[in-house]
């Protein structure tokens, strides 16, 4: 994709959708961390409705910790890898009071510190919490890329340098919200809907699916 293509392509998604946010439920940037860490592999649906039980309960690492691990894991045992995500949760939380009053960071490295805390959960927080212009990666933003040509790469970081490269200032605090929602619902990983898509035309994809 050209740049001015890239342009057109944000400008249509921005017009149709001026505000984007995470589908997500959260209240505190502490609860975004939560639903985040638990959101791995699993559908931001059957997170919401784990945390909507969870959150009334336990919207602080203090909290969080009183639960225990048998008590969490009860909250969250629908959502896959429940096991793992409820340890690196109980660690997560002891870090934050240990190390960070409780508070969750806005650096980078001390994101990327806490268990079970990777670079695209460390985007999503600085971009939904603290308004950085980050670009996480996700498998619809990692197809998206690929896909239309806007920016192919290898690997998500590979892909998350290139757009930060590629997508204009104007859109960049927006544009993985934008690129997400259009692969969840609309550039589908078997069969893109290419004859609903808004931005077809900007797209360098040949194999575009006819209307059913």
Same mark, same amino acid.
């Given at each position: 994709?050209?740049?001015?293509?890239? #342009?057109?392509? !944000?400008?249509?998604?921005?017009?149709?959708?001026? %505000? +984007?946010?995470?589908? =997500?439920?959260?209240?505190?940037?502490?609860?975004?961390? /939560?639903?985040?860490? *638990? #959101?791995?592999?699993?559908?931001?649906? #059957? /997170?919401?409705?784990?945390?909507?039980?969870?959150?009334?309960?336990?919207? %602080?690492?203090?909290?969080?910790?009183? &639960?225990?691990?048998? $008590? =969490?894991?009860?909250?969250?045992?629908?959502?896959?890898?429940?096991? #793992?995500?409820?340890?690196? *949760?109980?660690?997560?939380?002891?870090? *934050?009071?240990?190390?960070?009053?409780?508070?969750?960071?806005?650096?980078?490295?001390?994101?990327?510190?806490?268990? $079970?805390? $990777?670079?695209?959960?460390?985007? /999503?927080? &600085?971009?939904?919490?603290?308004?950085?212009?980050?670009?996480?990666?996700?498998?619809?933003? !990692?197809? &998206?890329?690929?896909?239309?040509?806007?920016?192919?790469?290898?690997?998500? =970081?590979?892909?998350?340098?290139?757009? &930060?490269?590629?997508?204009? %200032?104007?859109?960049?605090?927006?544009?993985?919200?934008?690129?997400?929602?259009? $692969?969840?619902?609309?550039? *589908?990983?078997? %069969?893109?809907?290419?004859?609903?898509?808004?931005?077809?035309?900007?797209?360098?994809?040949?194999?575009?699916? +006819?209307?059913?």
């Amino acid at each position: 994709m050209t740049r001015d293509q890239i #342009s057109a392509f !944000f400008a249509t998604l921005k017009a149709a959708n001026p %505000t +984007p946010v995470t589908e =997500l439920e959260y209240s505190n940037v502490f609860e975004l961390l /939560v639903a985040v860490l *638990l #959101s791995a592999q699993a559908t931001d649906v #059957s /997170v919401n409705k784990a945390t909507r039980q969870l959150f009334p309960v336990a919207n %602080t690492p203090q909290k969080m910790l009183a &639960l225990g691990l048998d $008590g =969490l894991e009860r909250h969250i045992r629908t959502i896959g890898l429940y096991h #793992s995500k409820a340890r690196h *949760l109980l660690q997560t939380c002891q870090m *934050l009071l240990d190390r960070h009053h409780g508070q969750v960071p806005r650096e980078r490295e001390a994101l990327e510190a806490l268990p $079970g805390v $990777g670079r695209k959960t460390a985007n /999503v927080v &600085l971009n939904c919490a603290y308004g950085e212009p980050t670009m996480a990666v996700d498998t619809h933003v !990692f197809r &998206l890329a690929n896909r239309t040509g806007m920016a192919p790469g290898k690997t998500p =970081l590979e892909v998350e340098k290139r757009l &930060l490269q590629r997508v204009p %200032t104007e859109y960049l605090a927006d544009a993985h919200h934008w690129l997400i929602l259009h $692969g969840r619902y609309i550039c *589908l990983a078997r %069969t893109p809907k290419c004859w609903q898509c808004s931005v077809a035309r900007c797209c360098d994809f040949k194999d575009k699916t +006819p209307a059913p």
